[in-house]
């Protein structure tokens, strides 16, 4: 008797499946949990990072069994997907017990990491009990960028060692960069560097200011004019701009409530000290897990999403939403409020809708033409 075929299900595939079941519905399907805000690295850009042996960061980090008990609450609650970021997650020494636990209750863990404290010892913890994905930052496609960005001498063959050690043993893995004035230059090495691996390579442009009120990432954001213009130069993206343009142009996404975004709906996010916030940008107000249940800061976290809005802003009456990166999370970190809009997002929304209006004439134009020549070559 032959066995049946079972087709394998792409695990993208299930949890876009998922949210489309929810159909608007509130449910805690994902999460993302930082273990710690330490870190290997000192990337000038970070938003978050402490130094790897800063005692104080690390007295204010869960527990093993602290953050073993979230994780069974969480899977009690629904939860499917679970994100385990940082600081530098491989950091922490009880790392292989808690993605172990993890994997044991049922959640398909991606990592995200900069691959240099991967060892063959971890590279076999994931080998033998399958993340769902790695997901590794690249600073840089040479040693002398890579490493002036991370300010660590010899991170470099560190990260690519990581790497490497993932290839071997066929762990399923992607890249992604933040583009940054020092990097920038090497976005066409860094995504030959991704094909040549197999892989993929994500991007983004726009820096946050720190978690501690720090505004030093911001210095090294890339002029606006020339992340649009990147952004326009790639098919793929440029495709996802005018659909955005098209699909939701002159809606008043921002008219009334303060939350606008998907964050608090099928996702939330938890600190390293176990406060479960909105999401990474948006940490006020924070429900401490210590202090109560999951399932009651989950709620208590819903009700963000009731609030309408108090002031009177531009953002009330914009029809770009769809192109704009402002949040309250922007607003927080730089107004201390939900609602004041921060003007470099401004600015952002309107040179892409520049860059959507002028793409589409173009094309416009050259089928007009195009009709027009075909048309007297049908004459003659």
């Known amino acids: 008797m032959s066995c049946p075929n079972i087709p394998e299900i792409d695990l993208g595939d299930l949890g876009a499946a998922i949210h489309a079941q929810m159909k608007g519905r509130r449910y805690p399907l994902s999460g993302m949990m930082e273990l710690t805000d330490r870190c290997d690295l000192n990337c000038v850009h970070c938003y978050i990072n402490q130094p790897a042996g800063s005692k104080q960061a690390r007295s204010k980090e869960l527990s093993t069994e602290q953050i073993k008990d979230i994780l069974r609450q969480a899977v009690d609650a629904g939860t499917l997907f679970v994100t385990f970021t940082g600081g530098e997650v491989f950091l922490r020494q009880d790392f292989p017990e808690i993605y172990t636990y993890a994997r044991r209750q049922g ?124 952004d326009f130069e790639d098919p793929e993206r440029r495709a996802e701009w005018i659909r955005l343009a098209r699909d939701f142009g002159g809606f008043l996404s921002r008219k009334k409530f303060v939350f606008s975004c998907n964050g608090g709906m099928q996702s939330y996010h938890i600190d390293s000290a176990g406060n479960m916030c909105f999401c990474t940008m948006v940490r006020d107000p924070a429900c401490s897990l210590g202090e109560m249940s999951f399932i009651e800061a989950w709620e208590k976290i819903g009700e963000l999403r009731k609030l309408e809005r108090q002031l009177s802003t531009p953002c009330q009456t914009c029809t770009l939403g769809a192109l704009c990166t402002q949040c309250p999370g922007w607003s927080q970190a730089i107004h201390g409020n939900n609602e004041t809009p921060v003007e470099f997002n401004c600015v952002i929304a309107h040179e892409r809708k520049k860059q959507v209006n002028q793409y589409l004439r173009y094309n416009a134009f050259i089928e007009e033409n195009e009709e027009a020549m075909s048309y007297e070559k049908e004459k003659v």
């Open 107 to 230: 959640l398909l863990v991606t990592i995200f990491t900069n691959a240099t404290l991967i060892t063959p010892k971890i590279a076999d913890l994931l080998s033998n009990i399958r993340p769902y994905r790695v997901d590794i930052t690249l600073y840089g496609a040479t040693k002398e960028t890579y490493e002036k960005v991370t300010r660590v001498p010899g991170s470099y063959a560190l990260c690519l060692n990581g790497i490497n050690l993932l290839r071997e043993r066929g762990i399923k893995f992607s890249l992604k960069t933040m583009l940054l004035n020092s990097n920038k230059h090497e976005l066409a090495q860094m995504q030959a560097m991704a094909e040549e691996f197999g892989v993929s390579l994500r991007y983004d442009g726009t820096l946050w200011p720190r978690t501690d009120g720090g505004l030093a990432p911001i210095e090294q954001q890339i002029p606006i004019e020339e992340m649009i213009a990147m």
